[in-house]
């Protein structure tokens, strides 16, 4: 029996190594080399070809190699008889929890201003405003946002956080539901973003939403571009409510060089890099989920089909 490993820009060899080490007994193909259809009970993939998930009669578990899963649901034919297990590893939390704090300490300590300033040479110091003036308001308190939250409030800033079903975390005001949602923009001059793409989330950030933010506040957006109405936020940048936004992920990726965006003077703009997948730290997951179904244990996180996440 086999692994199947699909992802049409990943490093094969890399992957193949890592499972060698862990599971040394078990096949692994590369996409599209496969032996047998019958032989694979396990795929590791990031925008699998539509319609080939269906293929495989012995699957038992569709691996994310990613946080998000709607790279595999874009395919209508998703058996849905088969578990997806979602990437949620120590070494992407970490490195999506500094890229989130980097953008919140860039915009409160006034970088882009700065870093204006010295492109006319302009010698101006601005003025400070300490972390307990600022509340981070982190939309998305799932294992991504949870972790992210605690980080803000162990450095002392203020912290809401906001989700589809009420949660608790120390030390962060928790708020649920979409009556709750205008609370959370209200108090809030930095708010992430790390919720996944849903029916609910789709567009939710948008020109309504928008107005209820404070003026001059700051958006960080690194879960789901189309959770973003682009051309609401572009209006909100212009009039200055919005006084600048860092965007890691965008509802077309590679980003089109025609999208305004990239010539906008508020738009910080990284290609989808806030939390690369870690090789080492996302096969020993996979690996554990693989041996938790092996005895008959479910894997964790799964894909809910209900909740949408």
Request: charged content about 20%; overall charge negative; glycine content about 8%.
């Amino acid at each position: 029996m086999s692994i199947l490993f699909c992802w049409e820009n990943g490093d094969a060899e890399l992957w193949r190594n890592e499972f060698a080490s862990r599971l040394p007994d078990r096949e692994f193909n590369v996409h599209p080399d496969v032996r047998s259809i019958y032989d694979v009970q396990y795929i590791l993939t990031w925008m699998p070809p539509i319609g080939d998930l269906k293929r495989y009669p012995n699957l038992k578990a569709i691996f994310s190699i990613g946080a998000g899963c709607d790279h595999i649901l874009r395919d209508p034919e998703v058996p849905r008889d088969i578990p997806i297990v979602r990437l949620i590893d120590d070494a992407s939390v970490r490195d999506m929890s500094h890229f989130a704090l980097h953008w919140a300490l860039h915009f409160q300590r006034n970088f882009h201003i700065y870093a204006k300033q010295q492109r006319i040479r302009r010698w101006q110091r601005q003025p400070y405003h300490t972390v307990d003036e600022h509340c981070v308001g982190v939309l998305g308190l799932g294992g991504m946002g949870t972790p992210i939250a605690r980080l803000f409030a162990d450095l002392g800033f203020e912290v809401a956080g906001w989700s589809r079903t009420r949660r608790k975390v120390d030390k962060v005001t928790c708020l649920a539901g979409l009556d709750e949602l205008p609370q959370l923009l209200g108090k809030t001059s930095i708010v992430v973003s790390v919720l996944p793409l849903t029916s609910d989330t789709d567009g939710l950030l948008n020109s309504e939403r928008f107005a209820l933010m404070k003026d001059g506040s700051f958006l960080i957006n690194i879960g789901r571009g189309s959770v973003i109405n682009d051309v609401d936020l572009i209006a909100a940048l212009d009039s200055g409510k919005i006084a600048g936004a860092a965007l890691d992920v965008f509802a077309t990726e590679p980003l089109p060089a025609e999208h305004p965006f990239w010539g906008h003077s508020h738009v910080h703009i990284t290609p989808h890099a806030a939390g690369p997948t870690n090789d080492t730290s996302a096969v020993a997951q996979i690996v554990s989920n693989i041996e938790k179904i092996e005895r008959g244990e479910e894997p964790y996180p799964v894909w809910d089909w209900a909740l949408g996440y």
